[in-house]
């Protein structure tokens, strides 16, 4: 099983709790996404991995979401003081090349609930 | 700011019976669209469009995209209860440094009964 995996695969947390979720991409993948999809929507687009670099926060929905991939291969997100309103499934994906021309994989999520 | 809508929101259909799809988009910079089936879980990639009027077929299922009138739709034929999901629409921008983020629409809740 050489998948994109993700831990907890569910996570209850009071309000004002921090919490930490991981991401396991496919061995080699250069590229790491994390994504948030709330109940009833799409996915969007929190923060992009290039290896270890992270290029791309502008989707972090505030200062208390902050990510990490220190060794180009594990990905950290963090919440902060959590918020009701971070109640969410939390996406991890990652691809091998640079584009979506090369396929993202889709980890199986962690659903978070903010209590 | 990138923007994909899906239509219908909804839809419950028979087996056998054959479905289309919708996705419009706007997009600073195109580079790709994609289609994505997701169950109860992680979200499966079906196609990548880059290229108007070419047709992608797999199976019951085909997609093609129109870049003139910034739209796309996906097709199922003779649908199964297997085919019941959410299908996702994405765009891909290639501006900026970020490239493969993909700007996600709502989704079209498909219900296929036997």
């Known amino acids: 099983g050489a998948g994109v995996s993700q831990s907890p695969r569910y996570k209850v947390a009071k309000r004002g709790q921090d919490v930490a979720l991981r991401c396991d991409p496919i061995s080699g993948h250069v590229s790491l996404f994390w994504y948030q999809q709330a109940l009833g929507q799409g996915p969007e687009f929190l923060t992009y991995?290039?290896?270890?670099?992270?290029?791309?926060k502008s989707g972090l929905p505030s200062d208390r979401f902050f990510a990490e991939r220190p060794e180009g291969s594990v990905s950290t997100l963090k919440i902060q003081r959590t918020q009701q309103e971070d109640s969410a499934v939390y996406l991890c994906?990652?691809?091998?090349?640079?584009?979506?021309?090369?396929?993202?994989?889709f980890g199986p999520g962690t659903r978070l609930t903010v209590t | 700011e990138d923007k994909v809508v899906q239509s219908p929101l909804s839809l419950v259909v028979h087996e056998g019976d054959t479905v289309t799809l919708n996705c419009s988009y706007e997009v600073t910079n195109f580079r790709s669209l994609l289609w994505y089936k997701q169950e109860k879980k992680a979200p499966t990639f079906l196609f990548m469009l880059?290229?108007?009027?070419i047709e992608k077929k797999s199976g019951r299922l085909s997609s093609i995209l129109d870049k003139k009138e910034l739209f796309s739709i996906l097709n199922i034929t003779a649908t199964q209860t297997g085919d019941s999901a959410v299908y996702l629409c994405?765009?891909?921008?290639?501006?900026?440094?970020?490239?493969?983020?993909?700007?996600f629409g709502q989704g079209t809740i498909l219900t296929v009964h036997p």
């Open positions: 994906a990652s691809s091998y090349g640079l584009a979506a021309s090369y396929e993202q994989y």
């Open positions: 991995f290039q290896n270890e670099a992270q290029l791309d």
């Open positions: 994405a765009v891909e921008d290639a501006g900026g440094t970020s490239y493969g983020k993909l700007t």
């Open positions: 880059t290229s108007s009027g």
